[in-house]
């Protein structure tokens, strides 16, 4: 079943952030993943989000934390999580009911 990571946070540190996203993308791709929402100017709807959205699709669970916890990624995470404050989920995907 498909599965999803999605991340919600502020950038605190532009400069220093500017590498993460050219960096973090072979490591998605090379796992398998799909980026499938990069706003960083996401409009709130509803609640406190921060402005910056990234979903992506990987083909289960499991794979998204293989590649969250793989040398790849681990190499540039710190890219991202030194510079920004906010929340990372990771969700299944929905299989609507034939009910």
Not at 10 to 34: C, D, M, S, W
Not at 55 to 71: N, Q, R
């Amino acid at each position: 079943m498909p599965a999803y990571s999605v991340a919600n946070y502020k950038v605190t540190n532009p400069e220093a952030f500017e590498a993460y996203p050219p960096a973090v993308i072979p490591t998605i791709l090379n796992a398998g993943g799909e980026v499938l929402v990069a706003d960083f100017e996401s409009e709130v709807a509803e609640g406190a989000p921060d402005h910056v959205t990234v979903v992506l699709k990987f083909e289960s669970k499991d794979a998204i934390k293989a590649w969250y916890t793989s040398e790849e990624y681990e190499a540039v995470k710190p890219l991202r999580a030194d510079n920004t404050e906010g929340m990372i989920v990771l969700a299944d995907g929905f299989v609507m009911p034939t009910d």
